[in-house]
């Protein structure tokens, strides 16, 4: 200290006509540049910088790519707030990841965001896939992603999910080039390594603290509460009082949101895709438990029957559903260019008996096709995490097939989404399917149609078809190739050209109608498992020449829903917004079941008295529990 002090003393002496103040600004400056002289600790310095950039660019990429904002918030005070609450957990846990840099080769630190990049590239496949995030769930169920034809689907992001191993190639590069130059390489030392992590502690959760604030010494749902009673329920992890993970304990809870599941958008977006990777094992671990749930006769009663009907009935009409992949409603009953990719389907919305309604919204979520299949089904919606076919397709459903005597499900994709157990669970009596490989949605219909004409014409029967050809990533057969104009994406005219080769093998079925009887008294439904256009497309859809864009919102698109009954007189086009969830009880009506003890949590859209009693972000958490619970099987004593 001494020697130090002669030291400055000596420096200050040297430059004389310097003030005090100057001299002291001039020591500090010293001290520092002091620093960047050691080698070693410079090289550190230099690579902790790089490792916490690399990172920090990737979060903030992948933040702007899926919701295209760097920062949320108004203007004024309210702008700076936020600003400080959205970026300082994200630099916080890029300068944490840098840190095990202390610890670990260099070598191996970059391997370690290698195994982040992996991750960052999952969700972001994922989300444009299905529009969720990876969860546990998720996890669980990674054997259905293994088919080829699903995989390709993500064939058209790769090149912006390379470019996270571009980023992290970069500077590796960089962080080399600086060894080279410093001569020196990372040293591993414990002590730098706390001194980063209790520093990065302070701010890794700060919007925790924010919200703990608000959410627990403040009020919860507009109540007012006493500390005491805010942190008295829970242990470790029941994180009323545990404050890293007390937004993710509010999400798990259902205080925030009756959909639990958009917890994934709003966490991602306040913290990063990072903070999400340990977030999704403590929500789950704070989920309610099935046995823990609660369904009440006062939720239920408006939904069901007095009547409990659950045995067959003689007055049923043929009935047969097509279950069309990823249909949507904008390119049907189009004019110009977008006429040719339909034809079919375009004039047969406008025949005698028909309705129409363009506007289905798709309410499927990590079931995706599964989930579009359970609701046609059972007119229940899907769970707020998880498909319902693979966790819970051993349950009792509600469903209108067991009533027929000759039921069948012709999947065209096998051993997907559960398609072995819930073929019966939703009370078909018979699953037709490939051994190997897949059928394009010809076989589909030709099976289809052979199945109805091999029955016997006294026995009505209901018939289920999935079809896969217009599955990403939309190959066509090349006769079926169009031309189209420059105002229609690529991806679209892909999309348009495996529409014009579905609506032909459709078209088969739909001759049929004006020839032969027994079609002609059938229902035929025909309608899209779910929307398959991202927000992304949503403006470059909406600019395509002659399109109708009352079924392209900003946030979404509709799938079609065609109904063909000799009950309907006439010919309906119906414009109102309607759920996947209405199809279920329209069905029964045109069934003539008026009596089964489950009505379904939609309306009957043929039914101009109908009315929603429901809305829908209650609907899908009734429908969670419902089905978590297995409400059906215990409420009536319903056995396999």
Request: with cysteine; aromatic share 14%; glycine share 6%.
């Amino acid at each position: 200290m001494v020697s130090r002090f002669f030291y400055v003393q000596n420096w200050r002496i040297q430059k004389p006509g310097f003030s005090a103040n100057q001299n002291a600004s001039m020591s500090v400056r010293k001290s520092v540049f002091d620093i960047f002289k050691n080698q070693e600790r410079c090289n550190s310095i230099c690579n902790l910088i790089l490792l916490s950039v690399c990172v920090l660019i990737e979060i903030v990429l992948f933040n702007f790519s899926l919701f295209g904002l760097f920062v949320s918030g108004a203007s004024g005070i309210t702008y700076i707030h936020e600003l400080f609450l959205f970026w300082v957990p994200k630099i916080a846990v890029a300068i944490f990841l840098a840190s095990f840099m202390f610890v670990v080769d260099k070598k191996w630190i970059y391997g370690i965001i290698f195994i982040i990049d992996l991750w960052i590239t999952a969700n972001y496949l994922y989300n444009k896939s299905n529009d969720l995030f990876i969860d546990v769930v998720a996890l669980k169920m990674t054997s259905n992603l293994f088919d080829p034809a699903v995989l390709s689907s993500t064939l058209p992001h790769i090149g912006h999910c390379l470019s996270y191993f571009a980023i992290t190639l970069l500077f590796f590069v960089l962080s080399v080039v600086v060894d080279k130059h410093i001569k020196n390489n990372s040293p591993k030392s414990l002590k730098y390594f706390f001194l980063t992590f209790g520093f990065v502690l302070l701010l890794f959760f700060v919007k925790d603290l924010d919200a703990w604030r608000s959410h627990y010494i403040g009020h919860i749902n507009g109540e007012e509460i006493e500390d005491e009673a805010a942190l008295k329920k829970g242990g470790f992890f029941g994180v009323k009082w545990f404050i890293p993970f007390n937004i993710v304990a509010i999400y798990a809870e259902g205080n925030s949101f009756n959909d639990i599941n958009s917890w994934q958008n709003h966490y991602i977006k306040d913290y990063s895709i990072i903070h999400y990777a340990p977030a999704i094992f403590v929500f789950d671990c704070l989920r309610p438990s099935d046995d823990e749930l609660i369904v009440t006769e006062d939720e239920v009663e408006p939904f069901l029957n007095d009547k409990s009907s659950i045995e067959g009935k003689d007055s049923l009409n043929t009935v047969i559903i097509i279950c069309v992949e990823s249909l949507e409603s904008w390119p049907i009953a189009e004019t110009g260019q977008l006429a040719k990719s339909a034809p079919n389907l375009t004039k047969f919305i406008k025949h005698d008996h028909v309705y129409y309604c363009g506007k289905v919204k798709s309410q499927v979520k990590n079931g995706v096709s599964g989930d579009g299949q359970m609701i046609i089904n059972t007119g229940l919606l899907p769970l707020h995490s998880g498909a319902a076919c693979q966790l819970y397709g051993d349950n009792i459903f509600p469903n209108f097939a067991h009533f027929f005597d000759n039921s069948v499900i012709i999947a065209a994709w096998p051993r997907i989404w559960n398609q072995d157990v819930v073929t019966y669970t939703y009370g078909y009596k018979e699953l037709i399917q490939p051994y190997e490989g897949k059928w394009n949605d010809e076989m589909a219909i030709d099976k289809t149609i052979q199945y109805v004409v091999d029955s016997d014409l006294s026995n009505p029967v209901c018939v289920f078809t999935i079809t896969t050809s217009m599955h990403l990533p939309f190959k066509a057969e090349e006769r079926h190739h169009k031309r189209y104009d420059s105002s229609i994406p690529d991806m679209a005219v892909d999309y348009l050209n495996c529409l014009s080769y579905t609506d032909a093998c459709l078209g088969k079925l739909l001759k049929l109608i004006d020839t032969n009887p027994t079609f002609e008294n059938a229902s035929i439904i025909i309608t899209g498992d779910h929307t398959v256009f991202r927000k992304g497309m949503m403006s470059k859809l909406k600019h395509i020449r002659g399109i109708n864009k009352s079924v392209v919102g900003d946030n979404n698109t509709y799938c079609p829903l065609i109904i063909y009954s000799p009950k309907i007189n006439g010919n309906i086009q119906d414009n109102r917004e309607l759920y996947q969830l209405d199809i279920y009880p329209t069905l029964l009506n045109l069934l003539g079941i008026n009596d089964y003890y489950w009505s379904g949590l939609g309306i009957d859209i043929l039914n101009s008295q109908s009315k929603r009693i429901i809305e829908e972000d209650k609907a899908y958490n009734l429908s969670d529990r419902l089905i978590r619970t297995n409400y059906f099987a215990k409420k009536f004593g319903i056995k396999k």
